[in-house]
């Protein structure tokens, strides 16, 4: 008996259906049964099934001999199934990879439960990706029935994101009626009947957004098929006297959902909108429970047609009226920010006043945090005042650290007196830059991918991104730091300004040179990694070639399988892509197993540089911090050509890196697996690297940044890692 039996009924998706089934027969856990159901579909579909069917023992196929509509295909494919579990999965919908095992791993962890729900993402036709955004609710461990976690019903109301114990659906009966809104009377059935659900925090399943096709979004009076549905969730409950304790949650439910379907341009006829709200209105009139509260949104159902509809013409003024508003104070408020910052620009410069900003304005990070220790120490007669993006970072700053909310007028009042600025991305395009004020730009990295005018050329690495407008703010730079000769280079020709390049070294990387206070324990210890583990630091950067950044390049439950006993992976996501899907697509999931180590959070990077033994990356310049370690680095470049072609880099990583390089998983896991990652060739790539790259990196450059730049006193410049070493050929050197 298979662990699973995945359900696919096909009508009409012949464009869909290979990428459909593909997703499921490629997925890592193998032990299913694929039962394709063609609902006598007039375009190619039975072929294809048939041809996965003749290829692969695990497909089996069902013709039906008339079409039934989707429901009636489920029940055909369920009376088939064998598997412990059923899965249903629309035919332009897909898997993602490593959902089984993901799904199975849960299941096993929960001791078999009588629903499993898990999450998914919409995937849009234009190539976006976003996901569902009550994921939050599945971040629970235990099991749990519906009456002790009733939020699991706000989830949307589908089939298809669940998995099903089949003696449960068996022993209920529950099967699937005819009509266009059949998942309502299924799901709300089985979650109210289930004595265990559990819950997985991952996505595993991709819902597909079509531009055309999707049927809940074409225009037909077959959406009037709501209200039969939702007749037959209220009989179940009638049937049943232990489940009446749902019917007020049902009946709000229930008018809340038509609603919905009224609100929307793209469902009924124009003509059949008035009939449709009073069928609604009847319905909600007929169930509604005795003392059960009728307020909020649902409250327009107890009234008139010709109400509803004056109701939502004034909440459409309304709602123009406030963002009119918004737009008239945020007017108002550039007005009188421009005069306040013009009255205050008539008053000398401070000359003691430095403001600080990192990461846009997301508190105490990276070079400025350092620089701003270092002037603590060195001048503490310097005041520093950090801008924060909100009251929520300003709360989490130290006590004591001085600071504006941007936008505000003290931070209009700061920026207008201070002498010095200190952050590693640009300042807004409203600060103007006073005469005899002075500008430090820090940076964030040293650069492998194109950056600034260099993406004039790459239209997908630019796409979001104002380039004149971006060389406009940096105009205002007088120093840009630099970590070595490379950064050099690349930061006069990416940004065309006029500044003057400072040879301190990396002020965030002085914590590496020098070890650190207290080393790599903290971040260890917070974590729960024992001490005599070997830490695997996995840092993936964004893809230019893909919408959003995110291409899902390692199964990360594989690859912390194949490190083995006494080998902790940490994974640290690109900041752009840490509040997307990646971390639903497996991430989360492991993270709370204790499966990897999701470091993707942390504030302070050197901490969880420290803590690692080896680092394996893409092309995240992490790399190039990480070097000041003298650790082993795996570069992992299964996608070079792409990655290069679609955003350029400056040198070839492939053939200047600083250790071994993969170019397939099966390289990666040999390496790490052989011993090969620390051998004397990885060193010797290392010492090279390093040699080029940590160049003028000595443990002193925040020191350095305050002595000569803040303050004008003259002090050493670092001393080369290689005395008197020539500067090592560049993609942007001449040849």
């Given amino acids: 008996m298979p662990r699973f039996s995945v359900i696919v009924p096909c009508y009409k998706v012949q464009g869909f259906l290979r990428e459909c089934l593909d997703s499921v027969l490629g997925q890592s856990f193998g032990d299913f049964e694929l039962i394709a159901v063609d609902d006598r579909s007039p375009d190619g579909c039975g072929a294809i099934l048939d041809e996965y069917a003749d290829r692969d023992p695990r497909v089996r196929v069902l013709h039906l001999p008339q079409n039934g509509g989707l429901g009636r295909a489920r029940n055909a494919g369920t009376a088939e199934a064998g598997g412990d579990y059923l899965l249903f999965l629309d035919s332009d919908d897909t898997l993602t990879p490593g959902a089984l095992e993901a799904i199975a791993d849960r299941l096993e962890e929960s001791a078999d439960p009588d629903v499993l729900v898990f999450d998914y993402a919409r995937a849009y036709w234009w190539g976006g990706i976003r996901r569902n955004v009550l994921a939050h609710l599945l971040a629970r461990e ?53 004595g265990r659900i559990a819950a997985l925090d991952r996505i595993c399943l991709n819902y597909r957004q079509r531009r055309q096709g999707n049927i809940l979004s074409t225009t037909s009076r077959k959406h009037f098929d709501i209200h039969d549905q939702y007749e037959r969730v209220f009989a179940f409950v009638a049937e049943r006297p232990e489940l009446a304790r749902w019917r007020p949650y049902l009946h709000r439910k229930m008018g809340e959902h038509c609603l919905d379907i009224l609100a929307k341009p793209d469902r009924l006829p124009p003509a059949d909108k008035a009939e449709f709200f009073r069928r609604t209105a009847e319905m909600f009139r007929v169930h509604r429970p005795p003392g059960a509260p009728v307020d909020g949104e649902v409250a327009v159902l107890t009234g008139s047609w010709t109400g509803y509809r004056i109701r939502r013409q004034a909440g459409r003024a309304r709602r123009e009226a406030a963002r009119r508003a918004v737009r008239a104070r945020q007017a108002a408020a550039a007005r009188a920010g421009t005069g306040w910052a013009a009255l205050h620009a008539h008053r000398p410069l401070d000359e003691h006043l430095v403001v600080y900003s990192a990461s846009s304005h997301r508190g105490l990070l990276g070079d400025p945090a350092a620089v701003y220790a270092a002037a603590r120490e060195i001048a503490p007669h310097l005041r520093g005042v950090w801008v924060v993006r909100d009251a929520e970072t ?63 050329d790459k239209p997908g690495a630019r796409l979001g991104f104002d380039v004149p407008q971006m060389l406009r703010r940096a105009d205002r730079w007088d120093h840009s730091l630099v970590a070595n000769r490379h950064s050099e280079l690349v930061w006069e020709r990416a940004f065309p300004c006029h500044f003057a390049s400072a040879r301190t070294g990396s002020p965030r990387n002085d914590v590496l040179v020098n070890g650190g206070p207290g080393g790599p324990g903290g971040f260890r210890e917070r974590h729960g990694i024992p001490a005599d583990h070997t830490v695997v630091l996995y840092a993936p950067t964004r893809r230019d070639y893909r919408r959003g950044g995110l291409v899902d390049r390692i199964d990360l439950a594989r690859f912390a399988a194949g490190l083995g006993e006494g080998r902790t992976l940490v994974v640290r996501l690109h900041p752009s892509l840490a509040s997307g899907p990646a971390r639903g697509l497996g991430l989360a999931e492991l993270a709370r197993r204790r499966v990897v180590v999701d470091a993707t959070d942390e504030p302070h990077l050197a901490e969880v540089l420290l803590a690692a033994d080896v680092l394996v990356t893409d092309y995240s310049s992490i790399m190039f911090d990480y070097a000041n370690l003298d650790r082993p680095i795996v570069i992992y470049a299964d996608d070079w050509p792409a990655f290069t072609a679609s955003r350029g880099a400056y040198l070839d990583i492939t053939a200047e890196p600083p250790g071994h390089v993969a170019s397939s998983y099966r390289d990666l896991a040999w390496l790490l697996a052989s011993g090969a990652w620390r051998d004397e060739e990885s060193a010797r790539l290392r010492a090279r690297f390093r040699a080029r790259f940590c160049e003028f990196e000595d443990g002193r450059a925040a020191e350095r940044v305050v002595r000569t730049l803040l303050l004008g006193e003259t002090m050493p410049g670092p001393a080369p890692r290689v005395p008197g070493q020539a500067a090592s050929p560049d993609a942007l050197s001449p040849a």
């Fill in 142 to 194: 235990d099991t749990f029935s519906a009456a002790e976690y009733p939020q699991i019903l706000d989830l949307l109301m589908v089939v298809w994101n669940k998995a099903y114990r089949r003696e449960f659906v068996a022993r209920h009966g529950f099967t699937f009626p005819p009509g266009y809104y059949e998942d309502t009377p299924w799901t709300f059935p089985v979650l109210l009947s289930a």
């Fill in 394 to 456: 300003a709360a989490a700053l130290p006590a004591g650290v001085e600071h504006v909310l941007v936008g505000s007028r003290r931070y209009l009042e700061v920026t207008a007196r201070a002498k010095y600025f200190v952050n590693d991305v640009n300042w807004p395009g409203s600060l103007a830059k006073r005469p005899g004020s002075v500008h430090i730009h820090t940076h964030q990295c040293t650069p492998l991918k194109h950056l600034g005018a260099d993406l004039l």
